[in-house]
C-alpha cells in the first residue's frame, strides 16, 4: 500500500491565532457601546422628527383658526381626512390633533421646541401640558426630564410631588460659606422637602430604621436627592482624637466636586444638630478632602424645622451646611413601583458611583504609600502622576499598568463623563486587586 503524501497548507492559510480574552473582551464592548449609541441617536432622531411634526400642524392648526375664523368641529374633520389620507400613521385622532394645538400653543418659540422640548417623547409633553399650566414652570420639569432621563411615570411622580417647589428652597447659609460659583449650584440641589414616599415606616420608627430604609431603597433614594450623588457609604467611620464617630451618609457629588454628609434626625430640628454637624464637617475636611476638592457641606434632614432657629443656628457657622425637611408616606404608587429602574437597570444608568467611590480611596491608599516613602508632592497632581513618582522610589503593585488604563475610565466618571457599563465594571475589577495590593504594601512598611 503507498502512503499517502502528507496534507498541504495552502500558501494562503495563516495558523489560528490564540485570542486574547482581555482584548476581546474589550474589543466586544467597544462595539456594544457604538451600537448602543447608534440604535439611541437613530431612536431619537425619529422622536425629534415626530414632535416636530406635532408642533407644525399644531401651529397650523393655530394659525388657520385665527385667520380663517373656524371653530373647534374643523379637528373633528380634518382627523377623518387625514386618517383617510394616511391610514397607516398613528396619532391623527381628533384627541391627539387637539393636543397638537395645544402644544403649538403652550410652545410658541420654535427654537426651544427644536432644543428641549423635540428631545421628549410625546407621552412626556402631553403630561406636561396635562398637569401645568405655568410655562416657566413646563420648561423647568421638561429640562430636568431630560437631563435625568425620567420616564413618563416618574416625570408624574416628580410632579405630583411639587419638585419644582421643593428645589433649591432649603434652608443654606450657602450664599455666606461657599463661592458665588459653588453657592448656586449647591443650593439648587437641595430640596425642601424631601419625600421618601417609598419608605413605610411607622410613626414609632427610630432613626436607624430611617437609615436602613434609605439605603435598602438606594436607588430610590438617588432618585430622589438627583443627579451627580455617588454613595460612598452608610455609618461612615471617623477617627477623631481617639474617639470613634459614625456618619449616617456619605456621598461625593459629581457636578459639585465635593463630599456630602447628610444626617437623618426623626425629630424637628434642634440648634445642637448644628453644631454636631460643623463637627463632621471640619473632620471628613481634614481626613479625606483632598486639595482639588470643594469644601465639604452637611445636609440635616428634619421631621420638620422652625425658620428662625434654622436661621439663628446657622448664622455663625462657618461651614456650609442646610437643612431640609423629609416626608413619608404609607407605601409607593404601584405604576410607579413598577416604571423606577431595577437594580441592574441602576447599575447601568450610575456606573459612576462605584468607580468614584474606589478611585478616591485608591487615592488615599496611593497618598499614604507616599508618605510612608518619604515622597513629598509640590503641587496638587493627579494619580497618574502620583504613581509615576512613586515608581522611582520602590516597587509598585504588579497592577499597576493596568490600573493606569482603568484610570482613563476612572477619571472620565469623577468629572461627571457618561461611562459605558462595561468600561466601569472592567475599571472597578482591576482598581479592586490594585487597591489590595496597595493595602499590601502600606502594611509592610
Known amino acids: 500500500m503507498t502512503a499517502r503524501p502528507p496534507k498541504r497548507t495552502p500558501r494562503s492559510a495563516k495558523p489560528a491565532a490564540g485570542i486574547d480574552s482581555q482584548s476581546y473582551a474589550a474589543f466586544v464592548s467597544d462595539l456594544k457601546r457604538k451600537i448602543v449609541e447608534a440604535r439611541h441617536r437613530a431612536s431619537l432622531s425619529v422622536n425629534r422628527e415626530l414632535i416636530l411634526l406635532y408642533w407644525t400642524i399644531g401651529r397650523d392648526i393655530l394659525a388657520r383658526q385665527e385667520r380663517e375664523g373656524w371653530g373647534t368641529k374643523v379637528i373633528d374633520r380634518l382627523a377623518d381626512d387625514l386618517r383617510q389620507a394616511f391610514p397607516e400613521m398613528t396619532g391623527l ?38 398637569a401645568i399650566k405655568a ?30 417647589a421643593r428645589q433649591g428652597s432649603a434652608l443654606t447659609n450657602f450664599s455666606r460659606t461657599l463661592p458665588a460659583e459653588q453657592s448656586e449650584l449647591a443650593q439648587q440641589i437641595l430640596k425642601d422637602p424631601y419625600t421618601f414616599d417609598f419608605l413605610a415606616l411607622g410613626p414609632e420608627m427610630l432613626e436607624r430604621d430611617l437609615e436602613r430604609g434609605l439605603i435598602e431603597h438606594l436607588r430610590l433614594l438617588i432618585l430622589e436627592l438627583g443627579k451627580g450623588f455617588a454613595f460612598v457609604g452608610s455609618q461612615y467611620h471617623l477617627e477623631v482624637g481617639g474617639q470613634d464617630y459614625y456618619l449616617d451618609l456619605l456621598f461625593y457629588h459629581l457636578r459639585l466636586r465635593c463630599y456630602v ?14 453644631g454636631k454637624m460643623n463637627f463632621y464637617l471640619s473632620a471628613v475636611d481634614e481626613q479625606l ?9 452637611g445636609i440635616i434632614l428634619c421631621k420638620g424645622r422652625n ?14 451646611m442646610g437643612v431640609a425637611q423629609y416626608q ?38 496611593v497618598r499614604d504609600l507616599a508618605e510612608k516613602r518619604g515622597v513629598v508632592f509640590d503641587r496638587p497632581v493627579g494619580i497618574m502622576n502620583m504613581l509615576r513618582d512613586l515608581r522611582r522610589h520602590g516597587a509598585m503593585p504588579a497592577s499597576t499598568e493596568q490600573m493606569v488604563g482603568a484610570l482613563q475610565t476612572m477619571n472620565a466618571a469623577s468629572h461627571g463623563v457618561d461611562v459605558d457599563s462595561e ?6 475589577e482591576i482598581g479592586t486587586v490594585f487597591l489590595t495590593e496597595l493595602k499590601a504594601l502600606n502594611a509592610d512598611g
Open 93 to 130: 385622532s381628533s384627541r391627539n390633533l387637539k393636543y397638537m394645538r395645544s402644544f403649538a400653543e403652550a410652545w410658541p418659540d420654535g427654537d426651544f421646541v427644536q432644543q428641549v422640548v423635540a428631545l421628549l417623547p410625546w407621552g412626556h409633553n402631553v403630561r406636561l401640558l396635562d
Open 135 to 164: 410655562s416657566e414652570e413646563r420648561a423647568w420639569y421638561a429640562r430636568q426630564a431630560i437631563e435625568n432621563g425620567w420616564s413618563r411615570n416618574v416625570l408624574a411622580h416628580q410632579i405630583d410631588s411639587n419638585l419644582f
Open 328 to 365: 413619608l408616606s404609607a407605601a409607593l404608587p404601584p405604576q410607579l413601583e413598577e416604571d423606577l429602574p431595577t437594580v441592574a437597570e441602576f447599575a447601568r444608568e450610575f456606573p459612576l458611583m462605584s468607580v468614584v467611590k474606589l478611585r478616591i480611596e485608591i487615592e488615599r491608599a
Open 261 to 274: 454628609v447628610i444626617e437623618l434626625k426623626i425629630e424637628d430640628f434642634k440648634p445642637e444638630f448644628a
Open 423 to 428: 468600561a466601569a465594571k472592567r475599571a472597578v
Open 289 to 297: 478632602r483632598h486639595p482639588d476638592d470643594k469644601p465639604t457641606i
Open 307 to 320: 425658620e428662625v432657629i434654622v436661621e439663628y443656628a446657622l448664622r455663625d457657622s462657618s461651614k456650609p
